[in-house]
């Protein structure tokens, strides 16, 4: 009989959409029942998006001028932008976009992108909590393929590992060209869509000549420019889910988690042994990989994630110990976002 039948505890409470089906019908094997493309992980999304994901140059209204570049004058004019992204969890950076229009020059930054960090506060800090220099074999450049756009560019730098907290992050993706003749940035913004975070700031860098005229951040809206957001795109990976299990075999058990999205539905996950099921694809959260075996494989129950963090207590039958469990996040298709695996106490 399965530890968590209703007759013997208070746990079995399952998505509805889950319940619908027996646990022991989910799954009766130790080993991948579909042969599935790999995924990007579920934790892994589009966390923002100044432009609300259209990157539409038609929408284009303000420009700020953001580049390290060898100007006609031999000066090396340094100028930065820094924007927010606001998250609702931990996690880290894997991607940045930006769009940007290309005053002269071909668009693309012979010394590659020079990325900031400037903290986590209202405004950036005055000195950034991170640098990292990306050469151009390292980045991606794509201009735009209509001829009245030509002079617009999109610049892609992957393959990072920034990690960020939740809340606000403020970032600047500086195209760097310091050959005499080269490129010169201004970063496109929009002050017609509704925005994601506190406005621009901008100031001089460190390196060359100033341009902006002062070298403290300062919103651009102060500067005569409308409040708006850069055109940035952030793709990310979150930080994983964690659980914990605490309590007695046959007694009342704490079960938390942490690091979960807000408000979402987080369901716990009971087997007697660890292994690598992955939830067949007709199935809610079809695709997803498990580090459960089969034995005993359920749904033990599901809470609400709250503000992210939180501890339910629950009846932990004695004839479920020793066994292990694992929760995940429901997703509306497709693989779902999962926890560690933890065993009872």
């Known amino acids: 009989m399965s530890p968590y ?12 959409s889950l319940a619908q089906l027996a646990p022991s019908t989910y799954w009766t094997q130790d080993r991948p ?29 303000a420009i700020l001028d953001n580049l390290n570049s060898t100007l006609g004058t031999n000066h090396l004019f340094d100028l930065l932008v820094a924007d927010d992204f606001v998250a609702t969890r931990a996690g880290r950076i894997t ?43 390292a980045i991606r450049v794509r201009q ?9 560019v999109e610049i892609h730098v ?10 606000r992050t403020w970032i600047t993706v500086q195209p760097r060209d310091e050959s005499p003749q080269g490129s010169y940035w201004s ?30 951040w300062r919103s651009a809206e102060s500067q005569g420019q409308r409040a708006a957001d850069s055109f940035i795109k952030i793709i990310g990976c979150f930080d994983p889910v964690t659980i914990a299990v605490e309590g007695d075999c046959g007694g009342q058990a704490r079960f938390s988690w942490s690091n979960a999205p ?28 498990l580090g459960l075996g ?6 033990a129950f599901s809470v609400e994630t709250g503000e992210g963090l939180g501890t339910v207590e629950r009846f932990l039958p004695a004839a479920a110990c020793p066994g292990y469990f694992q929760a995940l996040i429901r997703e509306s298709t497709g693989p779902c976002e999962t926890s560690n695996v933890v065993a009872t106490p």
């Open 5 to 16: 039948a209703p007759a013997s505890s208070l746990l079995l409470h399952a998505m509805a």
């Open 33 to 61: 029942l579909v042969a599935s493309p790999l995924q990007q992980p579920a934790s892994c999304s589009m966390i923002f998006d100044a432009e609300l994901g259209q990157m539409d140059p038609f929408r284009v209204n």
């Open 95 to 137: 991607d940045v976009f930006t769009y940007s229009f290309v005053y002269r020059g071909d668009g693309i930054p012979s010394d590659g992108v020079r990325v900031y960090v400037w903290g986590t506060e209202e405004v950036p800090s005055e000195d950034p909590t991170a640098v990292l220099e990306i050469p151009l074999s």
């Open 144 to 152: 735009m393929s209509d001829p009245a756009f030509r002079l617009h």
């Open 158 to 167: 992957p393959d990072l590992d920034i990690p960020f907290g939740a809340g």
């Open 187 to 216: 970063i496109n913004r929009n002050f017609n869509q509704p925005l994601q975070g506190a406005d621009a700031h901008v100031k001089d860098g460190p390196n060359g000549e100033g341009g902006w005229g002062f070298t403290d």
């Open 262 to 289: 807000p408000q979402s539905t987080l369901t716990f996950l009971y087997a007697k042994q660890t292994g690598s099921v992955r939830i067949p694809p007709n199935l809610p959260c079809g695709g997803t990989q």
């Open 294 to 299: 089969w034995q005993r494989l359920q749904v």
